[in-house]
């Protein structure tokens, strides 16, 4: 497995979702989709985003 890092490529907003499908080797789309249905049930979804954009390195 790689390492968590945001992508340069294949990003849509800040590659958040591109890093974890990489790191779990799914499509990034398929992470994608399992965001946004995740947003349908309560809880801190975007919060954890706005984390994991700020703390995740960038991919070299």
């Not at 340069?8 to 907003?13: E, F, G, L, M, P």
């Not at 249905?37 to 703390?55: D, K």
Request: with cysteine; charged share 10%.
């Amino acid at each position: 497995m790689t390492t968590l890092a945001r992508p340069r490529h294949n990003r849509v907003i800040a590659g958040v979702c591109a890093g974890l499908a990489e790191r779990f080797g799914l499509t990034p789309w398929t992470m994608r989709v399992i965001f946004l249905l995740s947003c349908l049930l309560p809880g801190p979804q975007f919060l954890i985003y706005l984390a994991l954009w700020l703390l995740l390195p960038q991919e070299p």
